[in-house]
């Protein structure tokens, strides 16, 4: 092929075209935030490598990144191209380089563990194409012809598009080639290293991917490599995204199952089938991930109850058999993933089995934008956009953004044209400020919280938190992180006082307002809930009440059935609850002032330290968020 010189090619509409889909993934691969790194970009079928390497590179010099390297890895190595020898090299012994991975490359497994992150290169894009036109050769390319050009294979695409060939004549030529690439969207099949907000689940399946490699050139055994997780969290959290980016990253196969896919099988028999089934596949096809949702359902044998208890009790221990394996399922790594951990039977998370367990939560600011901006596609709305959306999202589960966008691209389909940022937050629930008497509430009631466990010496605080926005649906106003030691031994005192301290809300706005509202119970995890379950404990399972007695009870659901059933116990119950109320509600009223100081704090500062609580609640010459500003800005030097 006859080699034209870079300052030619880097001008080309073809060039500038890849250089926006390329932008976009040197973004997402973290390489415009001044860390050196070693990054591998998967291109697009039928991508033409020069002109990619030509678009990084261009890229790159602009933003003053001439330390990276570009090395290239093809699927089918052809004289002057690089091959993996050359990839290798360089992430070996250089500190910044980029990969460009031609489509049906094989990644040799030296390489992909020594990458940073690979991420694919988008497709041409429509508005890229716009874009590239206007900056490359000035023109001025409606939408609606990008949005025909682009679904042509871009090497056609680029030969059809001659400077000074009207669009007309264009298309035109196009649509006598008869190659029109009518490809449906691609959906978004992320590695674990493209993943954000999964905090030590991550690390953990980085680490996996390391044992992994290992155990394949025989470094280390199987009995070396951690292979069971439990992964819980609320609903929509990622968890099963999780589990399948995770065997793409170690380069191994993906079984999915359920325990409602098990027991849709049928009577005893046919489920333990099932099950054992799902584990065969799994060696069979090793290494695998095997993910198992809904694990809780298999349910705690502890907690059986009922006429089926030999036939649950049956599963636990055919679970328990599988996982342990005969051969300690070599090849076989297990995820079980749950809403409801407490109710996972401890046995299954031994050493051996499910071992770790890491709990997640709701995508945070910078995870949302990711979520959104990965199932809209690139560069279809602007980051500022992207970003407003995700802050308009706060509470809302990376299933729900997923839904949002769905939903706002099929109204946008209907009315013929592309999908904007109002669409989508026009079907968010609305998010309004918490300000005014409900600020005031929520700030009473956290501060009620706070006063009595800090007076009791319950636990330390770590942070007091009054949210700036409240979504539709969404009960969490504020709350109080404590910093909670966990004991030795604990005795009826220390139970009462977490018990006072779990009342401090109700307390507080019963002395402030003669009355308490319901945002403190009427639901699983509200402090009355968490609060009845403890004086439950405290008198029917550590003797700790009017007698001296032991109840085997260690779910919510079994102490709710205690309570309904045992009227001894719930009359106990209720005596303890009151009797820490009026004590929590005394300890409110003695330090109504420090109460009030924080309340008028909180007005205008969303989060407060341990130690400004404390000094708020308990030095009266701290009375003003204006002080509390200057007292930070004085600890500013130390803290730097």
Same mark, same amino acid.
């Given at each position: 092929?006859?080699? $034209?010189?870079?300052?030619?090619?880097?001008?080309?509409?073809?060039?500038?075209?890849?250089?926006?889909?390329?932008?976009?993934?040197?973004?997402?691969?973290?390489?415009?935030?001044? *860390?050196?790194?070693?990054?591998?970009?998967?291109?697009?079928? %039928?991508?033409?490598?020069? *002109?990619?390497?030509? !678009?990084?590179?261009?890229?790159?010099?602009?933003?003053?990144?001439?330390?990276?390297?570009?090395?290239?890895?093809?699927?089918?190595?052809?004289?002057?191209?690089?091959?993996?020898?050359?990839?290798?090299y360089f992430t070996t012994f250089k500190a910044a380089v980029v990969v460009l991975i031609q489509d049906g490359a094989t990644i040799?497994?030296?390489?992909?563990? %020594?990458? #940073?992150? $690979?991420?694919?290169?988008?497709?041409?894009?429509?508005?890229?194409?716009?874009?590239?036109?206007?900056?490359?050769?000035? @023109?001025?390319?409606?939408?609606? $012809?990008?949005?025909? @050009? &682009? =679904?042509y294979p871009a090497r056609t695409l680029f030969l059809a598009l001659r400077p000074g060939r009207s669009l007309d004549v264009v298309l035109e030529k196009l649509e006598a080639s008869k190659e029109v690439k009518f490809e449906k969207a691609k959906p978004w099949k992320p590695r674990l290293e493209e993943l954000e907000g999964y905090g030590e689940a991550k690390r953990w399946g980085l680490d996996l991917i390391v044992d992994l490699n290992d155990w394949r050139q025989n470094k280390i055994t199987w009995d070396d490599v951690s292979s069971g997780l439990l992964l819980s969290g609320p609903p929509g959290t990622g968890k099963t995204m999780f589990a399948a980016a995770l065997a793409r990253s170690c380069g191994v196969n993906f079984v999915a199952t359920s325990s409602a896919q098990w027991q849709s099988k049928g009577h005893l028999g046919d489920m333990l089938k099932a099950m054992r089934r799902s584990f065969r596949e799994a060696e069979l096809m090793g290494p695998t991930v095997l993910l198992i949702d809904e694990i809780d359902s298999i349910g705690d044998r502890s907690a059986f109850t009922g006429q089926n208890v030999d036939y649950n009790i049956e599963v636990v221990? *055919?679970?328990?058999?599988?996982?342990?394996?005969?051969?300690?399922?070599?090849? =076989?790594v297990v995820i079980g993933a749950t809403n409801f951990p407490g109710k996972v039977d401890p046995a299954l998370r031994r050493p051996g089995r499910l071992d770790r367990h890491y709990a997640l939560e709701l995508p945070d600011i910078e995870t949302r934008a990711q979520i959104v901006g990965l199932h809209l596609g690139i560069h279809e709305i602007s980051d500022d956009d992207i970003r407003t959306i995700a802050m308009a999202t706060v509470g809302r589960s990376g299933a729900d953004l997923k839904q949002y966008v769905a939903d706002a691209r099929r109204q946008a389909r209907r009315q013929r044209r592309p999908v904007e940022a109002a669409d989508i937050l026009g079907i968010v629930p609305p998010v309004t400020a918490l300000d005014g008497d409900e600020r005031r509430i929520a700030s009473i009631h956290e501060a009620g919280h706070a006063a009595v466990g800090l007076e009791l010496s319950v636990a330390e605080i770590k942070f007091l938190v009054i949210v700036r926005q409240k979504v539709a649906g969404q009960a969490t106003q504020g709350y109080v992180e404590w910093n909670i030691p966990?004991?030795?031994?604990?005795?009826? #005192?220390?139970?009462? #006082?977490?018990?006072?301290?779990?009342? %401090?809300?109700? !307390?507080?706005?019963?002395?402030?307002?003669?009355?308490?509202?319901?945002?403190?119970?009427?639901? =699983? %995890?509200?402090?009355?809930?968490?609060?009845?379950?403890?004086?439950?404990?405290? =008198? &029917?399972?550590?003797g700790m009440g009017e007698t001296i007695a032991y109840t085997h009870a260690p779910t919510p659901e079994l102490l709710q059935r205690l309570r309904e059933n045992d009227l001894g116990v719930r009359q106990q119950v209720e005596r303890v609850l009151s009797e820490q109320l009026a004590r929590a509600c005394e300890i409110v009223d003695r330090n109504r002032a420090g109460v009030d100081r924080v309340v008028a704090v909180l007005a205008t500062i969303e989060v407060l330290g341990g130690d400004e609580v404390r000094s708020i609640l308990f030095e009266p010459t701290l009375t003003s968020a204006k002080e509390m500003r200057k007292r930070r800005e004085r600890r500013m030097p130390d803290a730097l």
């Open positions: 092929m006859r080699s $034209i010189p870079l300052s030619e090619r880097a001008s080309t509409l073809e060039v500038h075209t890849y250089a926006c889909a390329v932008r976009t993934a040197l973004r997402r691969g973290k390489i415009f935030l001044g *860390a050196n790194r070693l990054l591998g970009l998967r291109l697009p079928g %039928g991508a033409w490598i020069d *002109a990619y390497k030509d !678009a990084t590179e261009t890229i790159l010099k602009s933003a003053g990144l001439d330390r990276y390297v570009i090395t290239t890895l093809s699927a089918a190595p052809k004289p002057g191209e690089a091959d993996a020898t050359d990839a290798i040799p497994k030296e390489l992909e563990v %020594g990458l #940073d992150d $690979i991420i694919d290169v988008a497709d041409i894009d429509p508005r890229h194409l716009v874009a590239a036109a206007k900056s490359s050769v000035a @023109l001025d390319m409606p939408l609606d $012809i990008a949005r025909k @050009l &682009a =679904v221990n *055919a679970l328990l058999e599988l996982l342990d394996g005969s051969e300690g399922r070599t090849g =076989v966990a004991p030795t031994f604990s005795n009826r #005192d220390s139970y009462c #006082d977490r018990i006072a301290m779990l009342l %401090g809300g109700i !307390a507080a706005e019963r002395v402030f307002f003669g009355g308490h509202f319901d945002g403190a119970g009427g639901f =699983v %995890g509200s402090d009355l809930q968490l609060a009845t379950d403890l004086a439950t404990l405290m =008198v &029917a399972a550590y």
